[in-house]
């Protein structure tokens, strides 16, 4: 399995923007699929985005359509999540997750998904 490390959480105001990183470890991650999902106080794990091996195709949830993105530097290990105009609705915990796969495909629910990061908290202030 991958080991995955996020980071970029913290606090911002309504409106404001952030970017997470997903580290991985090892030598193959371009051959996994990525996501990232969040969990709020008292709610499921839900997706927020994911992206394929090559970082081709991407899925967005509602939620996060037009105002998120997803990227992957496969030469860097590491998956972005580009958060913009962010609300209290976006506060939640959030996680990345990794998926071996021969597919060049993404995958949108939490247990399609092999391994995960610790998560980073992002909190957004009204």
């Known amino acids: 399995q991958v080991q995955l490390v996020e980071s970029g959480g913290g606090l911002v105001q309504a409106g404001g923007s952030l970017r997470l990183s997903c580290a991985a470890s090892g030598r193959t991650f371009s051959r996994y699929a990525m996501g990232w999902f969040r969990q709020a106080p008292g709610k499921e794990r839900e997706v927020v985005c994911a992206i394929t091996r090559s970082g081709d195709n991407t899925y967005y949830a509602d939620s996060a359509k037009g105002r998120f993105t997803v990227s992957r530097d496969n030469a860097k290990n590491t998956v972005y999540l580009q958060m913009n105009s962010l609300g209290p609705e976006d506060t939640a915990i959030y996680y990345c997750?990794?998926?071996?796969?021969?597919?060049?495909?993404?995958?949108?629910?939490?247990?399609?998904?092999?391994?995960w990061g610790q998560g980073t908290q992002v909190t957004v202030s009204s």
């Open positions: 997750a990794a998926r071996l796969t021969s597919w060049d495909s993404y995958y949108r629910r939490p247990s399609d998904y092999d391994s």
